[in-house]
């Protein structure tokens, strides 16, 4: 019984470790692009001007070793949330996003309207 204790949260716990350290992101200047998958590898492209909203999510225990999490709310019909594990806090991701968003909106003239 004690076994199985054990065995389970350590199955978990291996299984998550290889999602989060098998997901690669890239950021250009125009585009975000992620690459995830332990055997078969996926690629999702983004459009930064897409981006609506950018989010960062830090738990208690992400706290206490310096990582946070970088949620992106977009238009895309494919992705309408991208999400960004376990970044270290000092890499400012958001800040960047978000000036990166900005900039690529005044190149291309893109504004982004809510139609409901």
Same mark, same amino acid.
């Given at each position: 019984?004690?076994?199985?204790?054990?065995?389970? #949260? &350590? @199955?978990?716990?291996?299984?998550?470790?290889?999602?989060?350290?098998?997901?690669?992101?890239?950021?250009?200047?125009?585009? $975000?692009? !992620?690459?995830? @998958?332990?055997?078969?590898?996926?690629?999702?492209?983004?459009?930064?001007?897409? !981006?609506?909203?950018?989010?960062?999510?830090? #738990?208690?225990?992400?706290?206490?070793? @310096? &990582?946070? %999490? !970088?949620?992106?709310?977009?238009?895309?019909?494919?992705?309408?949330?991208?999400?960004?594990?376990? $970044?270290?806090?000092? !890499?400012?991701?958001?800040?960047?996003?978000? %000036?990166?968003?900005?900039?690529?909106?005044?190149?291309?003239?893109?504004?982004? &309207?809510?139609?409901?």
């Amino acid at each position: 019984m004690v076994f199985f204790a054990l065995i389970v #949260p &350590i @199955g978990f716990a291996v299984a998550r470790y290889l999602q989060t350290k098998c997901k690669i992101f890239e950021l250009t200047t125009q585009r $975000v692009k !992620v690459t995830s @998958g332990v055997f078969s590898k996926v690629t999702d492209t983004l459009e930064l001007y897409r !981006v609506k909203d950018i989010e960062t999510r830090q #738990p208690f225990l992400s706290r206490l070793v @310096g &990582i946070e %999490n !970088v949620q992106m709310n977009t238009s895309d019909a494919s992705s309408p949330i991208v999400l960004v594990d376990a $970044v270290p806090s000092s !890499v400012g991701l958001a800040d960047k996003l978000r %000036n990166q968003v900005e900039i690529i909106r005044q190149q291309k003239r893109v504004r982004e &309207i809510d139609i409901e």
